[in-house]
């Protein structure tokens, strides 16, 4: 059978937190860009396609080698879509065929390696579950969490785990926020990849989730020293 692999990046106009986030310039180039270099640098796919709303974007992605197959429809781009009906209707868009794997990676990602890309695959197409997708570990035990009043006191959110010493905490982790490999069948049926996915480990010097101006600011500085090694 030939193997084909599709990866989807949904990129819409409308960011509200950053305006304009997947087409501003970061260390240079559009946002967005940074997605598209990974999918093209990992070597396994067959096609890369940007989902987006908007033509600036949309013309963002074309001249930096992906397709832009159709414009995403209205109720797909607003804050309230969520990601996995944007890959849906991205796969039925391209009529992608059942058994061939596809991967949702996210526009904001100017840190993420393309190693990551293939090591998920790998174990997508060797443990037989829904989603794979990368984590990072917390950097404190999530166990230790505090809650604050508006006067500023605190009480242990786990008060159970008040007097376990730290080392004998398991290791928490959280969603990367990168990409999220997973089967059409399961992009289909509305599965969340938190349900029956499995994932990878990365460094917190790949990954930041890039909401906020702080968030980006730092991105940019763990961008320029990778650069600079």
């Known amino acids: 059978m030939n193997t084909q692999r599709l990866a989807v990046i949904p990129a819409r106009g409308g960011s509200k937190r950053i305006p304009r986030k997947n087409a501003r310039a970061f260390a240079g180039r559009p946002m967005v860009t940074y997605a598209i270099s990974a999918a093209q640098d990992s070597g396994v796919f067959t096609r890369i396609v940007v989902s987006t709303d908007d033509d600036e974007i949309a ?63 790998a174990l997508l197409e060797s443990s037989g579950c829904s989603h ?41 982790f959280h969603d990367a926020g990168q990409f999220y490999w997973g089967w059409p069948s399961a992009w289909r049926s509305g599965i969340s990849p938190f349900a029956q996915g499995r994932s ?30």
């Not at 009529?95 to 996210?106: M, T």
């Not at 950097?139 to 242990?156: F, Y």
């Open 59 to 121: 013309d963002i992605a074309r001249h930096a080698g992906a397709d832009v197959p159709f414009m995403r429809p209205a109720n797909l781009a607003d804050d309230h879509a969520g990601t996995v009906p944007v890959i849906a209707h991205a796969i039925d868009a391209l009529a992608w065929p059942d058994g061939q794997a596809v991967c949702c990676i996210y526009p904001g990602v100017p840190l993420l390696a393309p190693a990551d890309i293939v090591q998920a695959l």
């Open 132 to 172: 794979v997708f990368p984590v990072l570990a917390f950097e404190s035990p999530v166990q230790r969490a505090l809650l604050r009043d508006a006067n500023g006191i605190v009480k242990p959110m786990y008060p159970e785990f008040t007097l376990t010493r730290t080392q004998d905490l398991a290791p928490a």
């Open 200 to 229: 990878i480990i990365v460094p917190a010097t790949r990954a930041v989730d890039i909401d906020t101006h702080e968030d980006w600011l730092r991105a940019e500085m763990l961008y320029n020293a990778a650069k600079a090694v």
